[in-house]
């Protein structure tokens, strides 16, 4: 398989949006932040390209400018908005020119490419994984230091850095791409524009094996998607970037257009099921026929949330999996985690597995008897629209 971190990272925070991006290749248009972000990832560029010089601030800002005019028109986006993130990306530019003058820095490569080839002995196959490296410095004869600049605005802790995936995966392509350098040469870190803050971390030669080793979990987490055909979309804070919202389960029914006859219907069941929910006297029978009649309609539509006038209905499935739990009493009791199940219903063992290490948890998935999928409906009461320019 080929990958990147970008598509390691997008399957586990939305296995469908991995689908709809990496399996059926759909174009999505990328949202006002993710353009930002990568102007400004142009123009940092800039900064360091020497030509026979390096250019000036007001080079670099006209040049951040001309781009984000360009890239802003294409959008369509709105010209007050436009203003602000364009002096949102001055500011940015200005604050770390002044921290940082390219000619006080030793650069190796801008925007590095690499591609590394991760074995898998199990398997017997290999998987190429590539990325690019926004910036690879050598301050001394014998260290190098991996920058990526990020425009989040909010900071990780020390210890999201150091176990930070993609910081692993660039040491790796750095020490594959030139192979005399080992990993402990090497310095990575994560530059946040928005604070003029870099973070910092390291990694050991243990690290990246264990690295090679989660990659290639994610892998076969993808490749057992494919093969039961399963992507599910998980719904989050994330969805506010996603381009896929108007062809996914969860958002699509809110880009609807036509009023249909039957769209009138589905309004005044969402509109009973909220009253019902909010009555004091328990309605079953009729929350019950209600919910029959709004999984009807999500599988006739293809859809797993709803939308009306008063919030939101959200259908969740879950797996519940069945355990062999004599297999599994062999398999704890060496660990001496069988007496924290022992009163133990399912749910209780799933959680104690998650506490294992990831490659000890997918022992217990051979173990699994069968599987059965419980779906509920949650209400939400925000009441949502479709922001005008996405
Ligand atoms: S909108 Fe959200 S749930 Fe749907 S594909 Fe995108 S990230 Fe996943």
Redesign the pocket.
């Known amino acids: 398989m080929r990958t990147s971190y970008s598509a390691l990272e997008t399957f586990k925070?939305?296995p469908?949006?991995y689908k709809?991006s990496q399996i059926d290749k759909i174009k999505g248009e990328k949202s006002k932040e993710a353009v930002f972000g990568s102007v400004i990832h142009s123009a940092l560029r800039f900064m360091f390209t020497k030509n026979p010089l390096f250019p000036t601030i007001d080079e670099v800002l006209n040049y951040f400018s001309d781009i984000w005019s360009g890239e802003s028109l294409t959008l369509k986006i709105p010209e007050n908005q436009t203003d602000s993130y364009l002096e949102e990306g001055k500011k940015i530019l200005r604050k770390f020119f002044l921290k940082n003058q390219p000619w006080n820095f030793n650069i190796v490569d801008l925007e590095s490419r690499f591609e590394v080839i991760i074995e898998d002995p199990n398997q017997k196959e290999s998987h190429i994984l590539a990325g690019i490296i926004d910036r690879v410095d050598k301050p001394t004869d014998d260290t190098y230091e991996i920058i990526d600049y990020k425009t989040s605005r909010r900071m990780p802790s020390q210890d999201f850095v150091d176990k930070n995936l993609q910081l692993s995966i660039y040491n790796l392509g750095l020490v594959k791409r030139w192979t005399h350098i080992s990993p402990d040469q090497v310095t990575l870190s994560l530059y946040f524009l928005e604070h003029g803050e870099k973070l910092s971390s390291k990694r050991s030669s243990d690290d990246l094996a264990s690295t090679k080793n989660q990659i290639l979990l994610a892998i076969k987490d993808i490749r057992e998607r494919e093969r039961s055909s399963e992507f599910p979309?998980?719904?989050?804070p994330?969805?506010g970037f996603?381009p896929?919202?108007p062809i996914?389960?969860?958002?699509k029914h809110l880009y609807k257009k036509e009023d249909a006859p039957s769209d009138e219907e589905i309004k005044s069941i969402i509109r009973d099921y909220f009253e019902a929910k909010n009555s004091v006297l328990g309605q079953y029978d009729k929350i019950e026929m209600l919910q029959a009649k709004i999984h009807h309609y999500l599988d006739e539509k293809g859809l797993e949330r709803i939308f009306g006038p008063d919030g939101y209905i959200t259908r969740r499935t879950a797996e519940k999996k069945n355990y062999d739990l004599e297999r599994a009493r062999v398999m704890l009791q060496p660990l001496g985690l069988w007496q924290e199940v022992l009163k133990v219903d399912e749910k209780k063992l799933e959680k104690i597995l998650k506490t294992l290490p990831e490659q000890k948890q997918k022992k217990f998935d051979g173990i699994v008897k069968d599987i059965k999928k419980v779906s509920t409906l949650t209400i939400s009461r925000k009441r949502l629209q479709i922001e005008k320019d996405l």
Do not use: D, H
């Open positions: 925070i939305c469908l949006k709809f979309p998980t719904p989050g994330w969805c996603c896929y919202r996914c389960p969860m958002w």
